[in-house]
């Protein structure tokens, strides 16, 4: 059912079906039988920033243009000011170049890389929590009636997590409606995407949502803070880190989403509780796991 689904509302929609993004593979289930399955393909793709070398990350190969934008914005190394003079992408070596107006610099910078909880091992520089500094977030007030709508068109959308799994999808919204669906083998790496198509297109964040299927870890909630964005949720769990940041920045955090349930861990002041949960439709606990007190 999930294939006749109507993405014609987003305006950036998953291509599970795209020949490119994953390989067929064999193996012996439990039975011993051979099965037949499609997985993930992980790709490097190594960004520079003019004539200097950034990093290599791992990722399905779709947007690569997005990707290196968004990177290097949520590092702090692309500002609001620069002049982006061009993006060149070589399939063949796996490169994106990113070109601005002004020289840049930043050997010092890359000196300082912490590796984070991020699933494919994401990369965050050592001052990127200066980059906060100044960031003050719109006090969006945000219905329960859209987290719930958006919640049940997201989890029905054909994706390539649906079609072979091991991938984390991020979506930008607004209001009650997915605008832009970015999929990748780290969650962080679906966040870039979306940033570099904000930065390319010109778009505002400071009505949006950002919706993840990953976890609200510290690098999360400082990416969509870096980003303008005042309302991140995921049907995934959260650090404690990311929680006290989300608090200190103004930052609506929505975590657990599942069916009726979720938990506000930042900006309850900002939720318009205007929608019943006893009537959404719920889904299934995970057995094994007590009950909250």
Known sequence: MAQNFDTSGYLIAPDPGAARLTRAVTGTDQTGATVALNVVEERPLTIF??????????TIGDYPAYLALGFLRNQGMLRADDVITGVDYDEELETVVVRTEAQTSYEDKLKKKTRTSGCAVGTVFGDMMEGLE???????????????????????????????GAIHGTILCQDNRPLVYMEDVGRHNAVDKIA?????????????????????????????AMMGIPVLASRSGFTAWGVEIANQIGLTLIGRM?????????????LIRDADPALIADEPRKMGRKAST
């Open 49 to 58: 920033l003019n004539s200097q070398e950034i990093v290599t990350a791992m």
């Open 134 to 164: 100044g960031v003050t977030l719109p006090p969006v007030q945000i219905r329960t009636s859209d987290l719930y709508a958006l919640a049940a068109q997201i989890n029905r959308t054909p994706s390539l997590y649906l079609e072979a």
């Open 258 to 270: 599942k069916g009726q349930r979720f938990v506000c861990l930042s900006g309850e002041e900002r």
């Open 196 to 224: 570099g198509w904000m930065l390319s297109e010109g778009i505002s964040a400071a009505d949006k949502i950002l919706y993840t299927t990953g976890r609200l870890t510290s690098e999360m909630v400082i990416k969509t």
